[in-house]
């Protein structure tokens, strides 16, 4: 079991209006699974696993869910994770009102759910262009575990450290804010913003290659930072290196079947290519990420970079 407990869980149950038999179809006879929500009866993992699934819910998201309380501010929680997906103005504005609803709720006000709660406010910050009051979240966030024993969170040992998931989003929000500010203010440290988040970026990598994740979410955030890395590295000219993650990128992308950033690395790392002469591989490169683009409907992105590369190297791209 994942420490939620029967009281959250019956309570996610009574919400989602499924009757008993219809979650124990697959799962159990009725009888047990009334014995084992009512703890009588020992839930394994695999059992509790099967019964989320049923309910439509990821069982990772209610770790620690203690109460009923819990149960419903994690649901929230998951309504606000939607609305900052969206990022229009009104859902921005509703994202709002849901940080401050749940806010006091015992499973965000500490530990790992505190952590979650300043992600989402780091996001939101983002969103907006605050980028130092994102910065600020994301260093109380990483704080919450970081600092222990007298010790605060050192950005200088994120490749060192041994990272949640919630620390993982974290630093990789941290980095974005370090790459959108004006400046970056360190009187020992002659490094732009830019080449800050690339260092934080290149530390947050090392620190996370070489794993196979059982956990698809933090294998898509890999995959997301690496995108955000060879990207700011383009920025920087630093085509090379930016070729060097995009193959890992690529890589990653096939391992755990994202279909949706695997074009854009590719895209990118043809970039890369056309920009320090190579022109036949580029090209060959460009035209297979446009073909995906086509291929899925990205039709928007794909006029952009046509247009984009047109402008750049003066290539017809044929889709």
């Known amino acids: 079991m994942d420490k939620i407990s029967m009281k959250a869980l019956r309570k996610l149950i009574k919400d989602s209006e499924l009757k008993h038999y219809e979650i124990a179809e697959g799962i159990c006879d009725t009888g047990t699974l009334s014995n084992m929500l009512n703890e009588k009866r020992k839930m394994s993992h695999e059992t509790y696993v099967k019964i989320m699934n049923k309910l439509g819910l990821n069982h990772n ?3 620690g869910a203690t109460t009923e309380e819990d149960a419903n501010a994690i649901l929230r929680r998951n309504e606000l994770k939607h609305l900052l997906r969206q990022s229009d103005a009104d859902s921005l504005d509703e994202a709002k009102k849901i940080i401050e609803e749940i806010a006091n709720a015992p499973y965000f006000s500490q530990d790992e759910g505190s952590q979650m709660l300043l992600g ?10 605050e980028w130092e009051q994102m910065k600020k979240y994301a260093i109380q966030g990483l704080e919450v575990t970081r600092t ?5 969170f050192d950005e200088d040992k994120i490749d060192i450290y041994v990272l949640s998931i919630e620390e993982v989003k974290l630093v990789n929000q941290l980095a974005v804010a370090y790459a959108n500010m004006q400046q970056y203010s360190n009187a020992l440290s002659k490094k732009s913003s830019l080449q800050k988040s690339i260092e934080i970026l290149v530390k947050l990598n090392t620190s996370l290659e070489n794993k196979f994740y059982h956990d698809e979410e933090l294998a898509n955030i890999h995959i997301a930072m690496l995108y955000n890395l060879a990207t700011l590295l383009g920025k920087e000219k630093r085509f090379d290196d930016e070729i060097i993650y995009c193959d890992i990128g690529i890589k990653l ?16 790392k043809a970039w890369s290519l056309l920009c320090v002469g190579n022109e036949k591989d580029g090209k060959d490169l460009l035209q297979k990420a446009c073909a995906i683009f086509k291929a899925t409907d990205r039709h928007d992105e794909l006029d952009t970079i046509q247009e984009s590369v047109m402008k750049e190297f003066g290539i017809t791209v044929v889709s």
């Open 253 to 268: 992308c096939k391992r755990y079947r994202n279909g949706y950033i695997e074009p854009m690395f590719m895209l990118n």
């Open 61 to 63: 998201d209610f770790a």
């Open 148 to 152: 222990r024993g007298g010790k605060c």
């Open 120 to 129: 989402h406010r780091a996001a939101l910050a983002g969103f907006a262009g």
